[in-house]
């Protein structure tokens, strides 16, 4: 997945890990990011849980949107969460 990002659009993203759990993060950039995570530079929680596959992404207008979306993630259950990367429209109902 390559997408880049204008000066001021942030991403926020999830992965999933090899042992099943999901990450939620935000950057600027989608690929150097996961690339960091992936060399073990990232979030000390993936260290050790890969192969790391990303499976849901969306662009926001700037970085305190994207971090607002990175906690209500973070606060869904895997339920909801499963939910919303089977069914990216209802990033919108966050």
Known sequence: MTESSTPDEWYVYILKCGDGSYYTGITKDIDKRIEE????????????????????????????SALKYEIKIKNLSRSKKTALISNP??????
């Open 37 to 64: 995570h992936r060399s073990g530079k990232g979030a000390k929680y993936l260290r050790g849980r890969g192969p790391l596959e990303i499976i849901f992404s969306r662009n926001t207008d700037s970085h305190g």
């Open 89 to 94: 429209s209802l990033f919108n109902n966050l």
